[in-house]
């Protein structure tokens, strides 16, 4: 019996020579029973929850081995049930798809076959108690952070402006052989309370979330979070409205505002507001910061704005109404600095929505100050993704490579067929028999049984002769013809879609043109942006577009100059 071996633990909490357990306990298993345990499918995931399955890489490269033919293994040893998932529905399904790929599992401590009659009895009965345990487990994790909010602890996580000093429990054992933290404090950090007050007072005397953090970037005082999908490490407006909006640095704790629910398609957890009323606020005075009457000015403002401006949300690929119509947001990036550009200004009535980079527009840390006009960067960029498509030379170019290459395949086959099965000489042999028979009948005079020998030869002559035409590329021309149709009628298809319904053309460029960079470049002419990445779709991948970036310009028709296609755009 060829066995795999599975493991898991699931936080970092646990030792990692849990794993080593698990695994050890298989191996005596299998020693007794005396299979075999492959080295190669001894596989284990670290510190990944059991509550879902899409996040273990290990569990998944077992079960796709398992799929695979020849099959590599006959069995998957697994200390107990609540190693494999934590999920009743998880688990049976998983059992379910090994059972019938022909693979086993067997549940060393718990002695449970997946291939006795009773298994799914047994992992039934032991899945619901593991899935109780995690959902008992929550909630004592739960209950366990609402009683140090109610004493003024941090229940986790970092927040700028204070430190996390814990407080450890001698009468428990922690991690590494260390006292464990029966809770956090946080302390005051000096340094970055100093550059709150000042985001409150600068807030307050009238400055907008973009201009404090143009300062606080130019000034060099270090963010508090590293970039994500940025190269540079800078404050934003984003991290602004949250400093000015967390009532921490009043001295007061709100918790439980927010609750983590996992994605059962994807495995992963994400936030969802609670109502308000099962909100937690408790008044913490040595947190305080920010003095009541400058948080009083300050949520004032706030309120204004909101009324004045609203709270919508610009960019991104499906935010907005708006964006749902924004064929490239999400798609382009800045050449200066990577970060992704966005809808920048211009969102009024006359809709002259511009495309910028956030880092210059609200941090000031990337010198790209150029702009270009939602519609009319569009415009061009879907000119010239038309043209290149529907460009003669272009497909006339594939055209010919790809018959190229099939009157190359088709020789090849002819080559191999008549070779293996010496067409030739089977129809000379044909050919010599029918030629005997022939003079046979013509000395004997009218013979039925010599006529009908005769004719059987000349029909397998044919169907021998019939094989070798089909072998031959003689009529690949006529073939090709239709193919060169069908590929100018799609390339025509593609062009309406072009023109088409926004939301499904949108779709299509994210699905297939992939990022687009935008590198500014000053010319004689002006400010241009040249735009590469994401086009080749046919050959000249290298090309690059130049999209000009200046008012009261005409876009004239996108045409091809060597490899590069150059594309003049107004802002």
Not at 60 to 70: F, V
Not at 210 to 237: F, H, Y
Not at 453 to 461: G, R, S, W, Y
């Amino acid at each position: 019996m060829r066995c795999a071996a599975y493991a898991r633990y699931s936080s970092d909490l646990q030792r990692e020579s849990s794993l080593e357990d698990q695994i050890r306990k298989c191996r005596e298993f299998a020693s007794a029973k005396n299979w075999t345990v492959l080295e190669e499918f001894v596989l284990t995931d670290a510190a990944v929850s059991g509550a879902a399955v899409a996040p273990r890489k290990a569990l998944n490269a077992l079960i796709a081995a398992a799929a695979s033919k020849p099959r590599p293994f006959d069995r998957i040893l697994v200390d107990d049930t609540s190693r494999l998932a934590r999920n009743v529905a998880d688990a049976l399904k998983m059992v379910e798809r090994l059972t019938y790929y022909g693979v086993g599992v067997t549940f060393v401590s718990q002695g449970i076959d997946s291939l006795e009659k009773t298994a799914r009895q047994l992992v039934t009965l032991h899945g619901m108690m593991d899935e109780q345990l995690l959902v008992g487990l929550a909630e004592k994790v739960h209950r366990g952070q609402e009683g140090r909010v109610l004493k003024g602890l941090n229940p986790g996580g970092k927040c700028y402006g204070y430190i996390n000093v814990p407080i450890e429990d001698p009468s428990r054992q922690g991690k590494y052989g260390r006292p464990a933290v029966a809770g956090v404090m946080l302390k005051i950090h000096p340094e970055q309370s100093r550059i709150v007050l000042r985001i409150f007072d600068m807030a307050a005397r009238g400055c907008g979330l973009a201009q404090i953090s143009k300062t606080l970037n130019a000034e060099g005082v270090l963010a508090p979070q590293p970039p994500k999908t940025r190269s540079m490490r800078a404050w934003c407006p984003s991290a602004i409205r949250v400093i000015l909006r967390n009532e921490r640095y009043r001295g007061v704790q709100v918790w439980n505002r927010t609750e983590k629910t996992r994605n059962p398609e994807t495995g992963r957890k994400v936030s969802r507001p609670r109502p308000k009323e099962s909100w937690k606020r408790v008044e913490v005075p040595d947190w305080r910061i920010v003095p009541e009457e400058l948080w009083i000015a300050v949520q004032n403002r706030n309120q204004d704005m909101s009324r004045r401006f609203g709270a919508s949300r610009l960019g991104g690929m499906n935010r907005t109404e708006s964006a749902r119509s924004y064929l490239f947001s999400g798609l382009l990036r800045c050449g200066e600095c990577g970060s992704r550009m966005v809808i920048i200004s211009g969102q009024g009535k006359r809709g002259y929505a511009k495309y910028g980079c956030p880092s210059h527009r609200y941090r000031g840390v990337c010198g790209n100050a150029v702009t270009i006009r939602r519609e009319r960067l569009e415009q061009q960029l879907l000119a010239a993704l038309e043209q290149r498509i529907s460009n003669s030379p272009f497909i006339e170019y594939t055209l010919q490579r790809f018959q190229h290459e099939l009157e190359k395949h088709l020789k090849e086959i002819d080559q191999r067929a008549t070779d293996s099965a010496d067409l030739r000489h089977i129809r000379e042999q044909l050919q010599a028999k029918a030629q005997r028979l022939a003079d046979a009948v013509a000395e004997a005079g009218h013979s039925p049984a010599l006529l009908a020998k005769l004719a059987t030869i000349e029909a397998q002559i044919a169907n021998v002769e019939r094989q070798m035409t089909r072998a031959k590329p003689n009529d690949v021309s006529a073939i090709f013809s239709e193919v060169r149709q069908f590929v100018h009628t799609s390339v025509l298809q593609l062009g309406e879609l072009l023109r088409g319904d926004p939301t499904t053309l949108k779709a299509v460029l994210a699905r297939h043109i992939g990022q687009l960079t935008l590198k500014p470049k000053q010319t004689p002419q002006g400010s241009v942006y040249e735009v590469s990445g994401g086009m080749d779709l046919l050959p000249h991948s290298n090309d690059v577009m130049q999209v000009v970036a200046r008012d009261g310009v005409e876009p004239p028709t996108p045409a091809f100059s060597g490899s590069k296609l150059t594309v003049i755009a107004s802002t």
